[in-house]
């Protein structure tokens, strides 16, 4: 099976507004096997976070918009993120507000995110382990700081 997965990262904890860090890494399935071609950004982030790893994500899937023709699965340890994935077309019926009636956080981040997906996003799944070469990148940009 043919797709693409997109990793998210944030060192952001708890709930409050922070100022912290998001990453993604974008990396090719082919026939079940990973690609060593990928594709990373490590960005500060102003935010909750829920919101930096939204923001991640928009950025990561803006890089894409044009080159999405495979499934996308989404890989990340936040909840709310993944859920995300499973109200957007509810929310986008809605007029992108909850079921209360409220807005949604991050609206127009999602807004983008599914343009640029329309539909592609096969899952999205927990972490589970973290990829080796974000993991690297991760260290190398937090030593530059």
Do not use: Q
Not at 37 to 53: H, I, K, L, R
Not at 68 to 80: E, Q, R
Not at 86 to 114: F, T
Request: charged residues 30%.
């Amino acid at each position: 099976m043919n797709n693409i997965v997109i990793y998210i990262w944030t060192d952001a904890r708890g709930i409050r507004k922070t100022e912290c860090h998001a990453a993604y890494l974008i990396r090719a399935v082919r026939d079940g096997v990973e690609s060593d071609v990928c594709v990373s950004d490590y960005m500060d982030v102003s935010g909750t976070p829920y919101t930096a790893e939204v923001k991640a994500l928009d950025r990561a899937v803006s890089r894409l918009k044009a080159r999405i023709p495979d499934p996308v699965v989404v890989k990340s340890d936040m909840a709310l993120l993944r859920e995300g994935f499973y109200n957007l077309v509810a929310w986008k019926k809605n007029n992108w507000k909850n079921s209360s009636g409220k807005n949604i956080s991050c609206a127009d981040n999602w807004k983008r995110i599914e343009e640029a997906t329309s539909g592609r996003i096969r899952s999205a799944e927990s972490i589970g382990k973290m990829d080796p070469e974000l993991e690297t990148m991760i260290s190398i940009e937090k030593e530059k700081k």
